[in-house]
């Protein structure tokens, strides 16, 4: 069985699966200055992001997509979109699968846009673009650093070609200007044709970690960067695990569980194995658990889903942020979990997430991420006052009316217009 919600609550906040590629809407339904809306689930179900066209106006691909870069605390994430003068695409929402290899290159020229996004305010301030010769390259190569409730430091590293240095860029946002820094690039990490990155930015302690899922970890010392010497360091991957290969979101994930970061892959589609770093410093890696993927299809668990034996491998999703033997994969539209110690397939459940199709399920698009109890609380007291304006309208009430926008197949109703209503300020009103 599933780990109890409760093991997805901490003293610290409430943790949530955010799918990070946004649905959109017309400006219509989200008019501003609401530019977020959200559907609140508990873990295993997914929390999903709605923002309006006038955000991520460009047709998605699995080549190009609004995707959120990174999520820090206090309820902010880093939302990345390009923003060309294509026309609007028929379906707003539609996500091209038909899309050619060669088409990747077609939003090259697009603007590439960073949005700093806050759940508390519902809005998405689109941040300045740096220096045109450094441009955004990756949205996974960027990360956020939330140093208080109000202040925050976007940061985006990228090698520079043809030197031993890469460039920091980091947005602080109470300065409203981004500043570049050309640091030494980490001995012992891979050439820089080599070095690939982009398969996120993970926030581990006082480090901010750039993964590249094929060798390893470049990392940088939050302190020393708020001190004004920032260093960066190189933490390869398991010596077995390096590979030089690209697209590895569907067969491994790094992510921070019990406090220690953990890495996760399907080694040569046979076998499952996790492995927990030891000493950041050091970069000792040690192989807790493995498991072979046949002995997992033998399960009685897995036999009693009623599900047919799986054509393909399982794509890897995450791991759990508090419970470091429970790795979680995707099988289609489907979330299942393994407890690594036991070697026991656990449940599985259908995964609402509309974008990329679930062929393409993957770490790349769902992550963990941790919110401020009182800010979850407060999105299932706005679920709660929506019902009891439902009820007032099925009760024929004079004392209120609702509008409420809907997009076809949510579950979930961004309010247009909230006033003052018998004492609580998340209400609707109606024209």
Known sequence: MA??????????????????????????????????????????????????????????????????????????????????????????????????????????????????????????????????????????????????????????????????????????????????????????????????????????????????????IITLNTNLLLQGHPELRYVPLPQACVMEAAGLARERCVGVSAGKVRFLEISNYERIRLWTLVDIGTGDWTLDHQLDLDNLWDEDAFKATGLDLPNECPGVAFIHPEHPTMAYFFQESRLFHVDMSTGKFMDGQYFMMDNPPADYHSSRFVRP????????????????????????????????????DAYPGSHAYPVKERVLLNGFSNAAKLD
């Open 3 to 216: 780990p109890p919600s409760s093991d997805w609550t901490t003293e610290e906040g409430q943790w949530v699966l955010l799918v990070c590629i946004p649905h959109v809407v017309s400006d219509t339904v989200l008019p501003p200055p609401t530019d977020l809306s959200i559907e609140r689930e508990h873990p295993p179900r997914p929390f999903r992001l709605t923002v309006p066209r006038r955000v991520a106006p460009d047709p998605k691909s699995i080549y190009n997509h609004p995707y959120v870069s990174s999520a820090g605390d206090f309820g902010r994430f880093v939302l990345y979109a390009t923003r060309g003068t294509q026309p609007v695409p028929p379906v707003v929402n539609d996500f091209d699968t038909d899309a050619e290899p060669e088409d990747r290159f077609d939003h090259i020229g697009y603007p590439r846009e960073l949005f700093l996004c806050d759940l508390n305010t519902r809005t998405a301030t689109l941040l300045p673009r740096p220096d045109p010769e450094r441009p955004i390259v990756n949205p996974g190569s960027v990360g956020l650093l939330t140093t208080s409730a109000t202040k925050s430091i976007t940061l985006h590293l990228e090698p520079s070609p043809g030197t031993n240095l890469a460039t920091l860029l980091c947005y602080i946002s109470d300065g409203n200007r981004w500043t570049v820094q050309n640091l030494y690039y980490p001995p012992g990490a891979p050439g820089q044709r080599r070095w690939k990155g982009g398969d996120g930015v993970v926030n581990y302690m006082h480090f901010m970690l750039w993964v590249d899922l094929s060798c390893g």
């Open 369 to 404: 991420w941790k919110l401020p109890q009182q800010l979850f609380s407060a999105f299932l007291f706005e679920s709660w006052i929506l019902v009891k304006l439902v009820i007032h309208l099925r009760g024929n009430s004079p004392i209120v009316k609702c509008k409420m």
